[in-house]
Structure formats: C-alpha cells, structure tokens
T-cell receptor, first 114, second 114 residues
Framework: EAQVTQNPRYLITVTGKKLTVTCSQN?????MSWYRQDPGLGLRQIYY???????DKGDVPEGYKVSRKEKRNFPLILESPSPNQTSLYFC?????????????FGQGTRLTVV | AQKVTQAQTEISVVEKEDVTLDCVYE???????LFWYKQPPSGELVFLIR??????QNEISGRYSWNFQKSTSSFNFTITASQVVDSAVYFC???????????FGPGTRLSVLP
C-alpha cells in the first residue's frame, strides 16, 4: 500500500530539547516536503527536497532543519524547539511529471512545545 | 508569487442542503495543478481531486462537483445534499507544474448539522 509514514503522531516536549520527526515513503518518490498547519493559515511549507542530498527552504524554514540521505526518508529536525513551533506537521511526497502530481500526505504529527 | 484564497472561514448548513466552497488562486505559471483536500476531525488529509490548468471541464463525483474557471481564477467545490459526515475542514491548493511545492488556502470549516 502506497503510504507516507510519520512518527511520532503526538509529541509533547520542553523548550530547547532537540527532537526529530521522521517521515518515510514507500513510493520511490523524488519529491518530499514538510508543512506545518496553524489555525487560519492553512498549511505552509517548511522545507522541501527534490531528490537525495537536494533540499531547499520553503516559506517558513526558521528553526527547522532537514536532511535527505536516502530517497525514502526525510526527517524534520528541531534543534531547539520553542513554543511558537507548536503546530500540526505534515510530511508529503510526490513524483515529477505532468500526469502525476498528487501529493501523498502522512497522518500528521501534533507537536506541543511547553 | 502563488496564492490561494478561501474567503469563507466557516460555513454551517443543515443536512441535505447544497453548499459551495469558494477557492480563488493567483499564479504566473501557465501550467499548474489545483487540488481539494478534506481534513476530517481525525486530522489526516484526504485527497479529493486534482485538476490541471489545461482542463477546464467541470467534474462530478457522486455528490461532489467542481467548477474550474480560468477566466476568474476560481476552482469552486460544491457538495450536493450534504451529510453530517461531510463536516470537515476543506483546503484548496495550488502546485507548480511538477508538484513539488503546494500552496494551500487557509481552509474552510464546514459544519453539517443534522
């Protein structure tokens, strides 16, 4: 079954404690990206990757890091989380091509930073 | 710059009423994709439809229909004979031609009352 898997689904942490949210896809997609969802703002892109070792900033990259060492994995790293990073996070993957641009989204990670 | 506007923040209807969710987009690309996603209370994003910029044909899928008009940069979504299970947040989104960057609208929260 084609899927994007994020872990954990729920996380409560304290300010400044480094954390990683993992994202893995089984569709051999080139493109992967991270979004955060906040009330009234929809989903905003944090970082994206167009292939292994190729990453770039999205609209709201401050306070986040990513890496793409393997095609299937795209972890989101918060080196020093702050309360304003409390949000719902989604990982997505897609493949290039005019006929196939649906993005598959993970189940979401609800992060609370206290 | 790309932008998606969903002017309706919240809509409430009574079951069996028809309801239309508005979506207006801005892009300089001549080739692009438009999407609708549903986010039920459980939080996951459910893909509903993808439409490319060259295909202005309206689409109907069961109780759902979509009206794409390039002349007004709109991609509106209509639910006919709404049901309580349609209660969710609905997002309209726009992507680059190869799907790597999605721009989402702020979402419309639809409540269908029994």
């Amino acid at each position: 079954e084609a899927q994007v898997t994020q872990n954990p689904r729920y996380l409560i942490t304290v300010t400044g404690k480094k954390l990683t949210v993992t994202c893995s896809q089984n569709m051999n997609h080139e493109y992967m990206s991270w979004y955060r969802q906040d009330p009234g703002l929809g989903l905003r892109q944090i970082y994206y990757s167009m292939n292994v070792e190729v990453t770039d900033k999205g609209d709201v990259p401050e306070g986040y890091k990513v890496s793409r060492k393997e095609k299937r994995n795209f972890p989101l790293i918060l080196e020093s989380p702050s309360p304003n990073q409390t949000s719902l996070y989604f990982c997505a993957s897609s493949s290039p091509g005019l006929g196939n641009t649906e993005a598959f989204f993970g189940q979401g990670t609800r992060l609370t930073v206290v | 710059a790309q932008k998606v506007t969903q002017a309706q923040t919240e809509i409430s209807v009574v079951e069996k009423e028809d309801v239309t969710l508005d979506c207006v987009y801005e892009t300089r690309d001549t080739t692009y994709y438009l999407f609708w996603y549903k986010q039920p209370p459980s939080g996951e994003l459910v893909f509903l439809i993808r439409r490319n910029s060259f295909d202005e044909q309206n689409e109907i899928s069961g109780r759902y229909s979509w009206n794409f008009q390039k002349s007004t940069s709109s991609f509106n979504f209509t639910i006919t004979a709404s049901q309580v299970v349609d209660s969710a947040v609905y997002f309209c989104a726009l992507s680059h031609p190869y799907g790597q960057n999605f721009v989402f609208g702020p979402g419309t929260r639809l409540s269908v009352l029994p």
